[in-house]
């Protein structure tokens, strides 16, 4: 990270959000992550289920088959997908709560 980065050295994804409530503003609103760490880069995270996520991936266009599945804490999965969006890396992340596991029948 350099120190001499202002907020103008953020405004690529600055400009991506500004496009994103322009074109999306109708969608789902997300938690929204921007750092001078990675400054060409913006982060919408979905932590309220899976179906804001989807929503999100099939507007923006990204196909399933370039979405990654993980498996977290046990009972938590996430769903992640990036996209080159205006000029920035637009990044989404889905949390949703992994279903409870199938009772085991205890046999005689």
């Known amino acids: ?5 202002t907020l103008d050295g953020l405004a690529v994804p600055l400009r991506v959000l500004r496009l994103l409530a322009a074109d999306f503003g ?9 750092s001078p ?3 060409d880069r913006l982060e919408l995270r979905f932590h309220d289920g899976l179906a804001d996520f989807e929503t999100w991936r099939a507007a923006l ?11 977290q804490s046990g009972d938590t999965c996430v769903l ?6 205006a000029g920035a890396v637009l990044e989404l ?3 949703g709560d992994l279903p409870a596991p199938a009772p085991v029948k205890a046999t005689a």
């Open 37 to 39: 760490v990675f400054p």
């Open 61 to 71: 266009g990204i196909t399933p088959d370039d979405v990654t599945y993980r498996e």
């Open 1 to 5: 990270m350099s120190q001499e980065l």
């Open 80 to 85: 992640k997908a990036s996209v080159d969006y």
């Open 26 to 34: 109708h969608l789902p609103a997300p938690d929204v992550d921007l």
């Open 93 to 95: 992340t889905g949390f």
